[in-house]
């Protein structure tokens, strides 16, 4: 049984239509990519599971209720984050503030997790108190991630999260998702870098112009030559 | 009342909304062309009147005056000064965005107001400017009401008629298309900071214009009458509701909301008469009728924002560009 | 010199009033992303509200202040859940419209309760205290500055230490995010209006204790609080209160060289120049 799923989903952000029909899920445990040309409606599929989006036909599930209709605050609630791809941090507010900010539903002591997240990312706990707008992209990167695991969730969706980051940072960002799911937190994921991502997914997605192209394991995509052939490099 | 009075109420009912409907097609422009928010429609309508007054108005040992010249100069020069302060504004805020433009519209409104004022050797301060001239002076009683209300008429078909034309022009087009995307106008080459304060100062241009006519209607004109509760906010109720956007709803909205001021002061007289207002409230006739009128604002803001008739873009075929 | 100075007390006693208002008009501009033209009104039936305390219903001054604070707050929530909140979705424009409409009707309400006359709250002179040189201090003009301070400090501990402080921070920054965190942003609009309702209050308040209570008093001040804001930095609220400090001192050291009557064309000058040369403010706020 899947944790998280989406079913025939149609829609877009008002005038025509960006998905036409894209279908996934995603299970306990796992890491799942979406990878695909620029267009391909990737973004637009995560965002469309998370509420952000016009669903017009299909349907989203969450550990089988149905969460098409819900907000995003909604969703937050059960257990799924979201880390947008740009302007994904308080820039005003500090390093600690911004992780206040992503526990602000909690009720309970969260300062454990705050610990968890200070581990995960050691520059963070250096610099809590410094403004979120002043740190460097890697580092605002590490806030965005860390702000959305506040809430322990189940699934953690990350659009590009290693986007206009330097290849350390990459490197750096892609091991802590492993740790996160390590630990229990499932993780779909929009990549541009496909080809680090794939190598890294239990499974993948390849969305071409808003519908399914290909699904498989992850090393299998890597294999497969027409993938290879829509992404050199990357 | 009599058909004489009735007929003098009517002729006095319609050149007031005269006066208005060629300040809302000025504002139309602005507004409804342009989307820019000039609440400073005071300034352009007092400096119209101020302008006339003093160069058609008779000498005075207070205050600047005696040119003596003609009426329709003094239109002209209304217009040209009116447009000046506008072109200095305009080039000055040209580029802000509609909240800051609205801000600096009033104070320049409040500045304009200060100086009206206190400078008296410019406008006599307080006391105001009397006695200017019409040019039915000779004329009297219900003849001088019905020639300058026809002369009013006159000036609203042509400012009427020349919005209408500017609407379906190349220009306003270029205008339409920097509402919607100012950076794309700019690449194709266009200078988009020409076309805002060309807008900008034409529209106040004829707010100058409906300034000078009122200051030849009445008479006397003093600060307190371009307060701008009276002269700016009116004239922005008058735009949404007729229709913003369009000027054959800029003249319905004229008419109608002047009927609406109008007929709520007769109202207020009645009602205080039967004793149903309370009499606190009967001598506040006028701001009772301020509270009215915005009332009404907020009520077609949240019904029917578009207005009684609606913006309506050219036929496809003027989309030809 | 001691006239300099004298005018120097009274450039801090204008600029902590226009700060008040000024960090009202911020929060909202940061947190609902409009320009709040009743915001001056709001001020004016603050101080209407003080005057129906002492005058009407014979309350001491303080409990008057909190009952004015109150109301104004419940006002602005009213206002904002049948008017703003519903036009939300339109465009800043229109809000700003709509509130021009709200303010008129806010003045010509007060103008019609009670009146287009001056009013005062209390009849009679009180004596300054003057100091060395001739230097003279009105007792209200301290409880003016050290009220408006410590209402500052108040606002500044809740948005630095409590937990729906910093979601108003939060808010102004990046109201998306905000949202995707689970963050309850109706409740943090709410929290706005009483904050901005409850500082405009005692900004009016004390402009009706520095000089007189007026129908008009508010909107005459609703230039220099946006001035203030402006010059600033919109959205953002300690930026408010350097540039009230700034406009207040310059208004009143105006008078030094230009007659009296054109103070509000100071506070629009330093506007435009502002707008013009640095439109994000002093320290850098949002462009709306």
């Not at chain 2, 003596?68 to 200095?88: E, I, Q, R, T």
């Not at chain 3, 940061?30 to 709001?42: E, N, Q, S, Y």
């Not at chain 3, 054109?262 to 709306?288: C, D, E, H, N, Q």
Request: proline share 4%; glycine share 12%; aromatic share 10%.
């Amino acid at each position: 049984m899947s944790l998280l799923t989406a079913e025939e989903l149609y829609g877009g952000y008002g005038g025509g239509d960006i998905l036409n029909g894209v279908s996934m899920h995603v299970d306990a445990g796992e890491i799942v990519v979406i990878v695909g040309p620029n267009g391909a409606g990737k973004s637009t599929a995560m965002k469309a599971l998370f509420g952000l989006v016009n669903v017009r036909s299909g349907r989203v599930t969450f550990r089988d209720e149905d969460i098409t209709r819900l907000s995003p605050d909604r969703i937050v609630g059960r257990g799924v984050c979201y880390v947008p791809q740009e302007a994904n941090v308080f820039p005003s507010l500090s390093v600690l503030e911004n992780l206040e900010m992503g526990a602000f539903i909690r009720k309970d002591d969260y300062s454990a997790q705050i610990e968890r997240v200070f581990e995960l990312f050691p520059p963070l706990k250096e610099k809590r108190g410094q403004a979120a707008g002043t740190l460097s992209g890697g580092q605002r990167q590490m806030v965005a991630i860390g702000r959305a695991l506040m809430l322990d969730p189940s699934v953690l969706m990350l659009d590009e999260p290693t986007a206009g980051l330097s290849p350390k940072f990459i490197d750096l960002i892609f091991e802590r998702i492993q740790e996160v799911n390590a630990s229990g937190v499932s993780i779909l994921m929009v990549e541009q870098n496909a080809r680090h991502a794939l190598s890294l997914a239990d499974r993948g997605y390849v969305l071409v112009l808003g519908a399914n192209r290909h699904e498989d394991t992850g090393p299998n995509l890597l294999a497969d030559r027409e993938v290879a052939e829509m992404f050199l490099g990357g | 009342m009599e058909l004489s009075g009735l007929f003098s109420y009517f002729v006095f009912f319609l050149s007031m909304a005269s006066v208005y409907a060629v300040l809302v097609l000025g504002l139309n422009i602005q507004w409804g062309y342009n989307g820019q928010l000039n609440i400073g429609v005071a300034a352009f309508f007092a400096v119209g009147a101020y302008t006339t007054a003093i160069v058609t108005g008779p000498a005075s040992d207070n205050y600047l005056g005696g040119f003596g010249l003609p009426f329709l100069v003094g239109l002209l020069l209304a217009m040209v000064v009116a447009g000046l302060l506008a072109l200095v504004i305009g080039l000055i805020t040209v580029n802000l965005r509609s909240d800051y433009l609205a801000i600096a519209t009033i104070g320049i409104a409040e500045i304009v107001r200060l100086v009206l004022k206190n400078e008296a050797w410019l406008t006599n301060g307080v006391r105001g400017i009397s006695s200017i001239p019409s040019p039915f002076d000779e004329l009297s009683g219900i003849a001088e009401g019905m020639a300058y209300l026809a002369i009013l008429l006159v000036f609203v078909g042509g400012v009427y008629w020349t919005c209408q034309r500017l609407f379906r022009s190349p220009w306003a087009r270029v205008l339409r298309a920097i509402r919607a995307n100012e950076d794309a106008v700019r690449a194709a080459g266009k200078n988009v900071l020409l076309f805002r304060v060309e807008a900008f100062v034409l529209g106040s241009m004829f707010m100058g214009l409906g300034g000078a006519l009122y200051a030849h209607f009445v008479g006397f004109i003093s600060p307190s009458a371009f307060d701008p509760m009276f002269a700016t906010f009116v004239v922005w109720v008058m735009l949404i509701a007729g229709g913003s956007g369009n000027n054959r709803g800029a003249l319905l909205g004229a008419v109608v909301i002047w009927a609406v001021w109008t007929m709520s002061s007769s109202m207020i007289d009645v009602l205080a008469d039967t004793g149903l207002l309370p009499d606190q409230l009967a001598t506040q006739a006028s701001t009772l009728r301020i509270f009215l009128i915005g009332l009404l604002l907020e009520i077609i803001l949240l019904t029917r924002r578009e207005g009684l008739l609606p913006e309506r873009p050219p036929k496809a075929i003027d989309r030809a560009d | 010199m001691i006239d300099f100075l004298q005018i120097v007390i009274y450039g801090i006693v204008l600029g902590s009033i226009i700060a008040l208002g000024a960090i009202g008009v911020s929060l909202i501009f940061g947190i609902l992303r409009f320009a709040h033209f009743a915001h001056g009104d709001l001020m004016t039936l603050g101080a209407y509200f003080a005057l129906a305390g002492v005058a009407g219903m014979s309350m001491p001054m303080f409990a008057a202040f909190g009952l004015a604070l109150a109301a104004t707050a419940l006002v602005a929530i009213g206002i904002d859940r049948a008017l703003y909140s519903r036009l939300q979705q339109v465009s800043p424009i229109i809000l700003l419209i709509s509130s021009v409409g709200v303010a008129l009707m806010l003045r010509s309400l007060v103008q019609m309760i009670w009146g287009p006359d001056n009013q005062v709250y209390e009849q009679g002179i009180t004596m300054p205290w003057v100091f060395a040189g001739g230097l003279r201090i009105q007792p209200t003009q301290v409880m003016i500055v050290g009220g408006a301070a410590g209402l500052m400090l108040l606002l500044h501990l809740f948005l630095q230490h409590t937990r729906f402080g910093k979601a108003m921070r939060a808010m102004s920054d990046n109201p998306d995010l905000a949202r995707l965190s689970g963050i309850n942003t109706e409740r943090v609009v709410i929290l706005t209006w009483i904050i901005a309702g409850v500082l405009a209050a005692a900004a009016g308040i004390f402009l009706g204790m520095d000089t007189r209570l007026h129908p008009i008093m508010g909107w005459k001040l609703l230039l220099p609080v946006f001035a203030a804001a402006i010059f600033g930095g919109i959205g953002k609220p300690y930026g408010a209160v350097a540039g009230a400090l700034v406009i207040g001192l310059a208004q009143e050291m105006s008078t030094l060289v230009l007659p009296a009557a054109y103070k509000p064309a100071v506070a629009f000058a330093l506007m435009v120049i502002i707008l013009v040369w640095r439109p994000t403010g002093i320290f850098s706020g949002k462009v709306l």
